[in-house]
């Protein structure tokens, strides 16, 4: 069969056993654009099918969780919030703490939690993660609503005056960072969990343990005064930045820093970029060992 | 001659599996894949490996699923892909859609490849058949705007207008998979690679979606791989096949060769066996197979059968147990590989008698009588063992075959009188019936 015309015409692609080390193919993530909607649309309006509260259950999960944190880091344990009333304070940390934690858990899942589809059918797989950063970006969305609402009690009733400036536009960045930041931490994670089962144990309980050290429920200045010896701890921690720098945004409380944010910046980026080398490295051969 | 464009291509494609569970070795194979790696050295263990024979049992950890398949197909063309189960058709497939990576080997396209390795992938039970349209589509490569322009026709094809709106957990599975093929069918890639999707539906929607995929090639030229065990469909589908036998192609070229080709190879004509020397016979000390035949009632051996034949089957064996009395046993199967009766030589009157202990060779047969068997193709386990405490000595699967029809011959009387068509059971015995009238 060989003899057949000397085709001048170029293959449209090929089908190798590895992918180039960086081939991330972003027109075929384009041309899939409408599954990764139809993807978020699917998970935001089956998550709540068939329950009384429906979408209420965004708002109340983070609501409970400031309250409790209110009540025991604050009344009980007594930390300081620096004027600023304490369930806003934890509000907004545990918001945007959820974003990144929902996000990392549920991306770090993606290969095993998606076998049978993935089994079947090609689509560029990432569009699975970004489908649940996006959701979940719906999620906080809502979830702001109720800070908001919160927001106006106590610039209305409690007379907390504080006059949002022009650093708001910092704020969609910021989450920005922390969905890419629990993007890339879930691809990894992800990836290795197809051989190594072993993961899914860590992030679970990984997740929970990193909230403590990332500012959520007590100001950064708090740890360094407190303990010095782990002050590196948050130092190092870019999601410690993220939130703090969103408290001091939205409520006015603790520190802006620049450096911290460039950190966290760069931070993000490699991690992202580590992700999604990693998960187009194992996307191609997943299905054999997961 | 015109001259033709190929559309795809696969060069030295391999898939190398391992076998076993995932566990601790996996980390230090990894370890010492990716040491070999960073000296510029070949991975270990594409050197091992071994064809993979499900039935045999092989020393090494990896097995080859697929092994040097080259193949062309030019556009327009739809190709047949037949194997026995575990032969890599659904390897080959899952490396054609990019659900796997092949471990050596490149496939070159011209065109997008969609695959329908199931239908309905991705449907989700709380959607509605409509989302579940747009959901299904774009998983399958579908833009929006494609599945809306083509919606009202998936809808019409898939017959289930009525409840487009209700939730597919109330769905039937039979209207379920009507709706996912009806997305399928409907798809406009350059290729479409489909697994066996049509074996489900009623007859009624096969036959519809058979018609469909005759349209997608002839009508709309799109090239098709079609793999199926369903005979029938290939042969009406296809023009060319390849067949794979233990994850190499053993077969290209005319899907009728083909399919040929296959059926022997899956249930050839048996009609006997036997061995010459003692040495090269199946069995064990205590006994050993000479030979085993089928039988028409003249003696001969033969494979097709009328319904009002009896046949024969018999088995010579040596037999040197003097432990225990030898039995020679058979099982019957039928074409879907269901155990119909098993019988055994003990139930012969000079069994008792003639398994004294000395050495000798025991001739034995046994007759399945006339109207008894339905029509079909059979195949017999033949084994020799013995019982208390149980022990077979030798056992050989797909020993014999034959084949039983219904041949209206004249002057005979059979269960179906002159009635045609199927006959409904997996016997069909001639019974006796009892009639009295009252007035």
């Given at each position: 069969m060989n003899n057949s015309e000397p085709i001048n015409e170029e293959w449209l692609f090929e089908i190798k056993p590895k992918n180039n080390f960086f081939s991330l193919n972003l027109k075929e993530v384009w041309r899939y654009r409408d599954l990764l909607l139809l993807f978020v649309k699917r998970d935001i309006v089956t998550?709540?099918?068939?329950?009384?509260l429906g979408p209420l259950w965004y708002l109340l999960q983070p609501l409970f969780t400031a309250i409790i944190f209110t009540i025991i880091f604050n009344n009980v344990a007594g930390i300081k919030t620096g004027g600023v009333p304490s369930l806003l304070f934890n509000l907004a940390g545990v918001i945007i703490w959820n974003y990144f934690a929902t996000c990392l858990n549920e991306t770090s899942d993606t290969f095993k939690k998606n076998a049978s589809i993935f089994g079947k059918v090609y689509f560029p797989r990432v569009i699975m993660p970004m489908s649940i950063v996006i959701t979940n970006l719906v999620k906080l969305g809502i979830q702001l609503l109720i800070f908001i609402g919160f927001y106006i009690y106590y610039v209305a009733i409690d007379k907390f005056a504080f006059q949002l400036d022009n650093k708001i536009i910092l704020f969609p960045f910021l989450i920005v960072i922390m969905g890419f930041l629990g993007l890339g931490l879930g691809m990894i994670i992800s990836s290795l969990v197809t051989k190594y089962r072993d993961l899914t144990f860590l992030v679970t309980f990984g997740v929970q343990l990193l909230m403590y050290v990332s500012a959520v429920m007590y100001p950064m200045d708090l740890i360094k005064e407190k303990l010095p010896q782990f002050g590196w701890l948050i130092e190092y921690n870019p999601l410690a930045y993220v939130i703090e720098t969103s408290r001091c945004i939205l409520l006015n409380v603790g520190e802006l820093s620049v450096k911290g944010l460039l950190y966290t910046l760069v931070f993000t980026i490699v991690v992202f970029l580590f992700g999604l080398v990693i998960f187009n490295q194992t996307e191609k051969k997943f299905i054999d060992t997961v | 001659m015109s001259k033709k464009r190929i559309i795809l291509k696969a060069e030295n494609i391999s898939k190398q599996y391992r076998l076993?569970?995932?566990?601790?070795g996996t980390i230090s194979h990894d370890l010492n894949r990716f040491w070999y790696r960073i000296r510029g050295k070949e991975d270990p263990y594409l050197k091992v490996g071994e064809s993979n024979d499900r039935s045999t049992k092989g020393t090494s950890e990896y097995v080859w699923a697929l092994q040097d398949i080259n193949f062309e197909v030019e556009a327009g063309e739809v190709l047949g892909i037949i194997g026995k189960n575990g032969a890599g058709k659904s390897t080959l497939l899952k490396i054609l859609s990019k659900v796997t990576a092949p471990t050596t080997g490149v496939i070159k396209s011209r065109g997008r490849i969609a695959s329908l390795l199931e239908v309905g992938t991705g449907f989700n039970p709380e959607l509605t058949g409509r989302e579940n349209i747009y959901l299904n589509g774009a998983i399958l490569g579908m833009t929006k705007k494609e599945i809306t322009s083509k919606l009202d026709e998936i809808i019409e094809f898939s017959g289930c207008q009525r409840y487009i709106d209700t939730p597919t957990k109330r769905y039937s599975s039979g209207m379920t998979v009507r709706l996912a093929f009806a997305v399928a069918a409907f798809l406009e890639p350059e290729i479409l690679v489909v697994d066996e999707v049509l074996a489900v539906g009623d007859a009624e929607f096969q036959k519809k979606a058979i018609g469909k995929m005759q349209d997608i090639s002839r009508e709309e030229g799109r090239t098709v791989l079609f793999v199926s065990h369903d005979m029938d469909a290939i042969l009406k589908l296809t023009k060319k096949a390849i067949v794979l036998e233990n994850g190499s192609v053993v077969f290209k070229g005319n899907s009728d060769e083909a399919v040929r080709k296959y059926i022997t190879s899956k249930n050839a004509i048996k009609t006997i066996q036997s061995w010459e020397t003692i040495d090269s016979a199946p069995g064990n000390q205590y006994a050993k197979l000479k030979n085993i035949q089928v039988l028409n009632s003249k003696g001969k051996a033969n494979y097709d059968f009328d319904v009002s034949e009896e046949i024969s089957i018999a088995i010579d064996y040596w037999d040197f147990n003097a432990e225990n009395k030898n039995t020679a046993i058979i099982q019957i199967f039928n074409d879907y590989d269901v155990l119909l009766f098993s019988s055994n030589e003990f139930n012969a009157p000079e069994w008792e008698r003639f398994?004294?202990?000395?050495?000798s060779i025991i001739n034995t047969v046994c007759k399945i009588p006339s109207n008894f068997l339905a029509e079909g193709k059979y195949t017999v386990l033949v084994a020799v063992g013995n019982y208390n405490p149980n022990r077979i000595h030798l056992k050989i699967e797909n020993a014999l075959t034959f084949s039983i029809r219904d041949n209206f011959l004249e002057g005979v009387v059979t269960v179906k009188k002159n009635i045609g068509g199927n006959w409904p059971g997996i016997i069909r015995p001639l019974l006796k019936w009892e009639v009295t009238k009252e007035i």
């Open positions: 998550v709540y099918k068939q329950t009384i | 076993g569970t995932v566990g601790t398994h004294d202990g000395k050495e």
